[in-house]
């Protein structure tokens, strides 16, 4: 596994721009790069824990983390 370059690993994702550009209340998208990657490089270990399964897939164990960055706006979604 190897860090690289923000501009190299992170892929278009037409479903997150659609959600993002549908502009309709009861969708939302939460852009989570900012806990892997910083403003150059997006790290393949983070905190000690694997983040990537593939490029395109974050382990289970990285994605069990992200709570604290998902829980603002799950919670004010949910009301």
């Known amino acids: 596994m190897f860090d690289g370059l923000r501009s ?7 479903l997150f721009e659609a959600a993002v550009a549908y502009k309709n209340p009861a969708v939302s998208a939460i852009d989570l790069t900012d806990a ?11 905190g ?3 983040v990537y399964f593939n490029q395109g897939h974050l382990t289970n164990t990285f994605a069990s983390t992200l709570w ?7 919670l004010k979604a949910m009301v």
């Open 68 to 74: 604290p960055y998902l829980q603002g706006s799950v």
């Open 48 to 50: 000690g824990v694997i």
């Open 36 to 46: 892997m990657c910083d403003a150059t490089t997006c790290w393949s270990v983070v």
């Open 8 to 14: 190299d690993r992170l892929l278009s994702d037409p």
